[in-house]
């Protein structure tokens, strides 16, 4: 909800900013003039051993000379306690004693039954730890010992035990005056269709209540206690309450522990959830055993940029992974991913701590994989790879998963990444790039890059006008990076402008020479002129010079590179045919023959696009007379 600025600031006035501050430092005494509201501190958002963190009670403002970070109340809380901002105010409102403004009716109204309804769960998580303490509760306490949970552990996380007859709890509640609808409504009670009477959801299950972030019990996990008993671990259903697309089990718990480490562990259920955290390691959350959700996925990154997910080594743990990956792609930020990590020989965590105690499981996590690796060891290991036809399915798979990243920044990045992959596996190992050796790459180091080919021409142009026209970089990134340039340095200069294009959209030419090598740098200038800027570009598409629209320059980019994919395949029929040798399979014959309609029918597309254009460019001379007199017929080498 929207907060006025005069309740924000009545929040402000009522509460010293060193109050709300004060719960995470210790101020330094000698420093600090407490009288005149000046107060200094080690900073809580980076080490140091000085003081430089300052508190200023009469501006309610905060700052770091050290960091830099700085702020009032609630940027405070947000920053230091991972609260988001709603939550902020209202736990600076609960601390000022501040009532929270009103919600409209309607809201107003949810939140009553909310209210209702969690202090029916409550009342519901006592009466299991009651039953728990209970002499019905033995074989509950004797499977919790087995599991290895103390008595802090039981406290901490409120274990309770639900009797095995068909109505305790049912009969519990109604005797304190909660109704049939409302046990039904918070999903303790199910009421079957046929008008037979309501029975309790969960019976002889060793209970754990499950929290939404502000801490309030909202729902159960309950595990099964004899053998026989189907399903092994049961949740509450959604409820007003519950949206278990949302919610993580232990993030109210761990939120301030991640905050502070930048890192958070999600493991799949409340039991590993609680054998991480006993040993230790608060900032642990569970996913309830169900597949990831958009929503659980932005509330891990709530908790650190990239959470480590820890799974089974085993055939389902790997399942499990290969569904978190693909919801999780499609949501990728800059700085936000995950690491996952596959544990050994089929153990849980809970299984790995009490084999290896916690340094083994750290270990564990320490060489958790990132979620490129992951996605690319899954993929490569699909099928075989000894066809072009497989090859190319590889490359499909890889392209699609990829596109689906909205991030456009990051899908780049994945998009760079794969293919660089791609290329290395094709090669195969210790084998080179064809345009990396020998021959012309000797006459590149001789001459310092001046190769007189058509080819290297055309690839000069394609680098000129990529500079010249950046936007070009953008909208065309994917096509440029997949044409392999037949000159490495020709190939490390595209290569460079991509990744300019990555990091900054339509970088200038001048921003990207100042990132490249010397060697680079006077390729750059052969390929784009340094004075004057362009002057190199012109001299080789010499259009260039009579202003055209842009669409017509870069129709004539997609046109070049159109000619450099005809060379590719010119070059992939030259090498079938010289490989086909006597032994001619039929498929070989039939892939040839294809190959060699494509060609005709590409070439056919090429010839006449270059008379359109060669059409256009006499139309652009003629515009400009004093262009004309400089300009010669469009350019199209080889």
């Not at 907060?3 to 509460?15: I, M, T, Y």
């Not at 909310?114 to 519901?124: N, P, T, W």
């Not at 009797?163 to 046990?183: F, I, N």
């Not at 991030?407 to 660089?420: A, L, S």
């Amino acid at each position: 909800m929207r907060f006025a600025p005069e309740f924000l600031d009545e929040l402000r006035n009522r509460l010293p900013l060193s109050e709300v501050v004060g719960k995470r430092v210790t101020w330094d005494q000698r420093k600090s003039q407490f009288s005149k509201g000046d107060y200094w501190a080690c900073c809580p958002f980076h080490e140091e051993k000085t003081p430089s963190f300052h508190v200023d009670d009469r501006k309610g403002f905060y700052h770091c000379f050290g960091c830099g970070a700085s702020g009032d109340h609630l940027r405070f809380l947000t920053d230091a306690e991972g609260l988001s901002f709603p939550e902020a105010v209202e736990q600076l409102a609960e601390q000022a004693g501040v009532p929270m403004p009103a919600p409209d009716p309607a809201a107003a109204r949810r939140a009553e039954v909310r209210a209702s309804l969690a202090d029916v769960v409550a009342m519901a998580s006592r009466f299991f730890q009651d039953q728990f303490r209970s002499a019905a509760g033995s074989e509950a306490r004797a499977y919790a010992e087995r599991r290895g949970l103390d008595r802090d552990t039981l406290a901490t996380f409120e274990v309770g035990y639900a009797p095995g007859t068909r109505d305790a709890l049912k009969r519990h509640l109604a005797a304190s005056g909660v109704s049939e609808g409302q046990m039904a409504e918070a999903g303790l009670v199910i009421v079957p269709d046929d008008g037979r009477a309501a029975y309790d959801r969960f019976r002889n299950r060793l209970m754990i209540p499950i929290h939404d972030i502000r801490g309030r019990i909202v729902a159960f996990g309950g595990r099964a206690l004899a053998a026989d008993q189907e399903p092994k671990y049961l949740n509450s259903p959604e409820t007003p309450l519950f949206n278990k697309r949302a919610v993580l089990f232990n993030a109210h718990r761990a939120r301030s522990a991640a905050h502070e480490a930048g890192a958070a562990i999600v493991v799949e259920g409340y039991l590993d959830a609680i054998a991480v955290h006993r040993a230790g390691l608060r900032h642990v959350v569970a996913s309830l055993g169900t597949a990831f959700t958009e929503d659980q996925i932005r509330a891990m990154w709530k908790l650190a940029p990239e959470p480590v997910i820890c799974f089974d080594g085993d055939k389902a743990g790997v399942s499990a992974a290969n569904r978190a990956v693909d919801r999780i792609l499609p949501l990728l930020e800059s700085g936000r991913s995950f690491n996952f990590c596959f544990l050994p020989d089929g153990k849980d965590p809970d299984d790995l701590i009490s084999a290896s105690g916690v340094d083994g499981f750290l270990s564990q996590i320490a060489a958790a994989k990132p979620l490129v690796d992951v996605v690319w060891d899954r993929e490569r290991r699909a099928g075989r790879l000894d066809t072009p036809e497989r090859k190319a399915a590889l490359e499909a798979r890889i392209e699609q998963l990829v596109e689906a990243i909205q991030d456009q920044r990051v899908r780049r990045r994945y998009h760079f990444e794969m293919r660089g992959r791609l290329g290395d596996l094709f090669r195969g190992p210790g084998r080179k790039p064809n345009r990396e050796s020998g021959g012309a790459m000797d006459t590149v180091a001789a001459t310092g890059f001046a190769i007189d080919t058509d080819l290297a021409e055309l690839e000069r142009i394609v680098l000129g006008i990529c500079l010249g026209f950046p936007g070009f970089v953008d909208r065309h990134w994917e096509q440029l990076e997949r044409v392999a340039f037949s000159f490495a340095p020709h190939e490390r200069l595209k290569q460079a402008i991509l990744g300019a294009a990555v990091d900054e959209i339509e970088p200038p030419a001048e921003r990207v020479r100042s990132r490249l090598d010397p060697g680079l740098a006077r390729l750059f200038d052969d390929v784009y002129g340094s004075e004057p800027a362009g002057g190199r570009l012109v001299s080789r598409f010499p259009v260039v010079a009579a202003a055209p629209p842009e669409g017509y320059v870069e129709r004539c980019l997609l046109h070049f590179l159109d000619r450099l994919d005809l060379k590719t395949l010119e070059a992939d029929l030259e090498t079938d045919i010289a490989q086909a040798g006597p032994d001619l399979t039929a498929d070989g014959e039939a892939r040839i023959l294809a190959l060699s309609r494509e060609l005709v029918r590409r070439r056919q597309a090429f010839q006449e696009e270059d008379r359109d254009l060669a059409d256009q460019a006499k139309e652009i001379r003629g515009a400009n007379a004093d262009a004309a007199r400089s300009t010669s017929a469009l350019p199209v080498p080889g």
